[in-house]
């Protein structure tokens, strides 16, 4: 992913970057390249009727519109900062976000010591600093690029202060909660059977960033539900067993690219999808019930 350093330019908190005659293309998400010039016409216009924030020295453009999505807000907006992350060294430059923030947005934050470099925009306004820095947003096959992925993991694992954190042995179970879509059914069941086996169940509600981070570190095997949570994966050390519990149904290779991009092997338990009623009838949308006997022949694997 190209960086990209721009005189004259503005950015709002969404990634959008507008330079004095134009949409910055090289730098849009995808989702905007698919619509034509008239969209890009009002995005121009809006961005220039708004309110600008005068900001000295250098605003770093990193998020998107989909920034309060887990998977894409790690992923994809933290691995572009982290391409950007010589410019965040910089006295004179900013990372600017949203100002309406999640628990896991302030979480990462935190995690990676950046409180005093995030500037926070209204989400109506403009940022308009001497300098846009910004940079590609990834495709489908760069995100998962191997190298660029394990370079960003020890990024995050330098600034989290976890690189010496080893694993301990530690088999993890990572549920999701009944009322988000595609929830275990019978998760209850599931949770019996890996607790007589001594793993140790959660669904990460409650727990803050770097507890999970933790978790993940000490796991040698991570057994979860297709999710967000499976970000976390980036905390793993590589040589982790990791089984995904997913939609028979649905081909979803996002965890398992990931995973081999970070050196982790992977298996995949397909899953009987459920959906409830009056809800949408779509593969990622459905609740999953995952044999318990098949289940058990495999986690008998793993002693």
Same mark, same amino acid.
């Given at each position: 992913?190209?960086?990209?350093?721009?005189?004259?330019?503005?950015?709002?908190?969404?990634?959008?970057?507008?330079?004095?005659?134009?949409?910055?293309?090289?730098?849009?998400?995808?989702?905007?390249?698919?619509?034509?010039?008239?969209?890009?016409?009002?995005?121009?216009?809006?961005?220039?009727?708004?309110?600008?924030?005068?900001?000295?020295?250098?605003?770093?453009?990193?998020?998107?519109?989909?920034?309060?999505?887990?998977?894409?807000?790690?992923?994809?907006?933290?691995?572009?900062?982290?391409?950007?992350?010589?410019?965040?060294?910089?006295?004179?430059?900013?990372?600017?976000?949203?100002?309406?923030?999640?628990?896991?947005?302030?979480?990462?934050?935190?995690?990676?010591?950046?409180?005093?470099?995030?500037?926070?925009?209204?989400?109506?306004?403009?940022?308009?600093? %001497? @300098?846009?820095?910004?940079?590609?947003?990834? !495709?489908? =096959?760069?995100?998962?690029?191997? $190298?660029?992925?394990? *370079?960003? &993991?020890?990024?995050?694992? %330098? @600034?989290?202060?976890?690189?010496?954190?080893? !694993?301990? =042995?530690?088999?993890?179970?990572? $549920?999701?909660?009944? *009322?988000? &879509?595609?929830?275990?059914?019978?998760?209850?069941?599931?949770?019996?059977?890996?607790?007589?086996?001594?793993?140790?169940?959660?669904?990460?509600?409650?727990?803050?960033?770097?507890?999970?981070?933790?978790?993940?570190?000490?796991?040698?095997?991570?057994?979860?539900?297709?999710?967000?949570?499976?970000?976390?994966?980036?905390?793993?050390?590589?040589?982790?067993?990791?089984?995904?519990?997913?939609?028979?149904?649905?081909?979803?290779?996002?965890?398992?690219?990931?995973?081999?991009?970070?050196?982790?092997?992977?298996?995949?338990?397909?899953?009987?999808?459920?959906?409830?009623?009056?809800?949408?009838?779509?593969?990622?949308?459905?609740?999953?019930?995952?044999?318990?006997?098949?289940?058990?022949?495999?986690?008998?694997?793993?002693?």
């Amino acid at each position: 992913m190209k960086a990209y350093r721009l005189h004259g330019a503005i950015a709002n908190p969404f990634g959008i970057v507008t330079t004095p005659t134009s949409i910055h293309n090289e730098s849009l998400h995808p989702v905007f390249n698919r619509y034509g010039l008239a969209t890009k016409v009002r995005l121009v216009a809006s961005a220039l009727l708004k309110h600008k924030i005068r900001l000295e020295g250098d605003a770093i453009s990193f998020c998107s519109v989909i920034y309060d999505n887990y998977y894409h807000f790690t992923i994809e907006c933290l691995q572009r900062l982290f391409i950007l992350r010589k410019h965040l060294e910089k006295n004179y430059a900013v990372a600017i976000m949203p100002e309406i923030l999640g628990h896991y947005h302030r979480d990462w934050i935190e995690l990676l010591g950046l409180q005093e470099k995030i500037f926070l925009i209204a989400l109506q306004g403009i940022a308009k600093p %001497e @300098r846009v820095v910004t940079c590609g947003y990834p !495709s489908a =096959g760069e995100v998962h690029n191997a $190298g660029v992925l394990t *370079d960003f &993991r020890s990024w995050v694992l %330098e @600034r989290a202060k976890l690189s010496e954190t080893e !694993s301990e =042995g530690l088999k993890l179970f990572i $549920g999701r909660r009944p *009322d988000r &879509r595609h929830s275990l059914i019978n998760q209850s069941d599931v949770y019996d059977l890996l607790g007589s086996y001594g793993w140790v169940c959660t669904d990460f509600e409650g727990m803050s960033l770097a507890e999970q981070a933790i978790l993940m570190r000490r796991a040698s095997h991570v057994l979860a539900v297709h999710g967000a949570a499976l970000s976390n994966l980036i905390f793993c050390n590589p040589g982790v067993e990791v089984v995904e519990l997913a939609n028979m149904t649905w081909e979803n290779k996002v965890f398992e690219n990931m995973a081999s991009a970070l050196g982790l092997s992977y298996r995949r338990v397909g899953c009987e999808p459920f959906y409830r009623p009056g809800g949408q009838k779509r593969a990622n949308f459905a609740d999953l019930f995952v044999d318990i006997v098949r289940l058990r022949r495999l986690v008998n694997l793993y002693g």
